[in-house]
């Protein structure tokens, strides 16, 4: 009998084993047939604070075409208490007049008053007033929020959203250290609001990272705190 007795006492230790197994087993199984019965918690949505300072945004982006209004330029903004808009010099073309538009079908005649080609800048003065235009704020931190408003591809006065990714200079000549953000902006955004979530201003939307045409999450402002 002794050569079996390493077998027999190992049996109480597989029947353990075995049951431990079959236990986690039906345990895992059950957790993976077993579902809470509550619904499920809806996804974010921007609250009404935002709500509202998207839309005194976008109350004060402006659309940017030629004096005749036939061809589309770019975006552009009120500037404070509206009697100025701002927007960058290459969307001009070289024009010193255009007509701009709010998405209350507003138009006014604006005049170029002061161009700063190096930091791509240009200062309109308007023909009649547009109302309230946007005030500036601090500047923003990494990770801080922000809402890119403009005409990207022509769709006047969209909004997206995304956070402040850097803050870099990206030209040696220029001494400007823009903001970097991933809110979407494509071929007519340049010029638009680029806003922190109380509808203030932090930058003028200028250009997308060297190399893409459209959308590639690394989009440039210039900063307001120029």
């Known amino acids: 009998m002794t050569p079996f007795r390493p077998r027999i006492a190992a049996l109480p230790a597989l029947g353990l084993c075995l049951g431990l197994g079959l236990g986690l087993g039906l345990g895992v199984g059950a957790a993976m047939l077993w579902s809470?019965?509550?619904?499920?918690?809806?996804?974010?949505?921007?609250?009404?604070?935002l709500e509202a300072a998207i839309a005194r945004g976008l109350d004060a982006t402006l659309?940017?075409?030629?004096?005749?209004?036939?061809?589309?330029?770019?975006?552009?903004l009120l500037w404070r208490d509206g009697a100025m808009a701002v927007t960058?010099?290459?969307?001009?073309?070289?024009?010193?007049?255009?007509?701009?538009?709010?998405r209350s079908v507003g138009t006014a005649r604006a005049t170029l008053s002061h161009l700063d080609a190096e930091r791509d800048l240009?200062?309109?003065?308007?023909?009649?007033?547009?109302?309230?235009?946007?005030?500036?704020?601090?500047?923003?931190?990494?990770?801080?929020?922000?809402?890119?408003?403009?005409?990207?591809l022509e769709t006047a006065f969209t909004a997206t959203r995304g956070i402040v990714s850097?803050?870099?200079?990206?030209?040696?000549?220029?001494?400007?250290?823009?903001?970097?953000?991933?809110?979407?902006?494509?071929?007519?955004?340049?010029?638009?609001?680029?806003?922190?979530?109380?509808?203030?201003?932090?930058?003028?939307?200028?250009?997308?990272?060297?190399g893409s045409r459209f959308h590639v999450g690394i989009g440039y402002a210039l900063p307001v705190d120029l």
Request: proline letters at 15%.
């Open 88 to 102: 960058n010099a290459h969307i001009l073309g070289g024009l010193r007049e255009v007509r701009v538009e709010t």
């Open 122 to 152: 240009a200062i309109l003065t308007l023909s009649d007033p547009l109302g309230p235009g946007l005030d500036p704020a601090p500047p923003p931190g990494t990770g801080a929020p922000v809402i890119a408003l403009g005409a990207p």
């Open 166 to 210: 850097a803050r870099r200079q990206l030209l040696p000549a220029v001494p400007v250290r823009f903001l970097q953000h991933d809110a979407a902006i494509n071929p007519g955004s340049s010029g638009g609001p680029l806003i922190d979530t109380e509808g203030r201003l932090i930058g003028i939307n200028t250009r997308i990272a060297d």
């Open 36 to 49: 809470d019965p509550r619904p499920a918690a809806p996804a974010s949505a921007p609250g009404p604070g």
């Open 63 to 76: 659309v940017v075409r030629t004096p005749d209004g036939t061809r589309f330029l770019g975006s552009a």
